[in-house]
DNA sequence: ACGAGCGCCTGTCGGC
DNA sequence: TGCCGACAGGCGCTCG
């Protein structure tokens, strides 16, 4: 479940207490678990349980999709991939079947990182910008204007959606608000980043904006039997809508392959 | 610079 | 029912 808007679901939920999950801000680590060590990037699972006893939860933030985890001393970075989740329950009920690292407090409570595919990762580091340093502007920061959006684009010879999920391009965007975007901005998924004008990029801008507003807003996307607690499936434009009338002209939804992942968009809306 | 192919993993679903 | 391929919200690597 993993994409700027449910990464910020999760945090906000982290932080506030929400929903889905209570607030962890204030709780004290004594122990860990891990369960599948390559979920590990930094440091071995020695070290990182080692290091992690006795740090308390500071804040949580959010850099693209990277959840951050901003302990006394170190943060804790950690990246959903295809099927990450987290969960807060009690130390004292078994780990589920997918859990692969478990951070419990003193208070009795534990956060599981639960992850079917182990295609996720956790960084335990007192240097984050060494990790996020390569990451594009965050799409929703006040600094990120449509005319660096124009500029970035034209820097690049490159078919969008490619780029759009490009993570060092344009951080957060992921294979569903991609395509939303590109649709709402009505722009053909392989049209070349520098063919693009000043008006395409405006419209680009304020759509990748507005379907990720419109993601938070919503609590993130559920699909299939990863995630659950997010409504934005109901409102898809193109995602996974293949063969359905487009909501704007009714013409068929079309699914390609572009750069070995699914893309979908509206033949009329989307032209090349 | 860019794109294709592959690897990493497990689970679900549709077709036969 | 069982098997088998396609597919899945991501990304790092090599190679041409």
Known sequence: MPELPEVETIRQNLRRGGA??????????????????RS????????FKRRLIGQQVVDIGRRGKFLIVELSKDALLIHLHMSGDLVVEENREPVATHCRVAIEFENGQRLAFIDARKFGRLWLTAEKETILSDLGPEPLDDAFQAQ????????????????LLDQTFLAGLGNIYADEAL??????????SNQV???DAERLWRAIRAVIEEGIQRNGASIDWVYRGGEFQNYFRV????????RECGEAIQRIVIGQRSAHFCPNCQRL
Do not use: F
């Open 40 to 47: 590990l990037v930094m440091p071995g699972v020695d070290e």
């Open 183 to 192: 649709n709402l901005a009505r722009l053909h998924p392989l049209m070349l």
């Open 148 to 163: 660096d959006l124009y500029r970035r684009l034209h820097a690049h010879r490159r078919r969008l959606k490619p780029l």
């Open 197 to 199: 004008s000043a008006a």
């Open 239 to 246: 995602y996974q809508r293949t063969g359905q009338p487009c």
């Open 20 to 37: 889905t999950l209570p607030s962890i801000l204030g709780w004290n680590v004594e122990s860990a678990q891990v369960l599948w060590a």
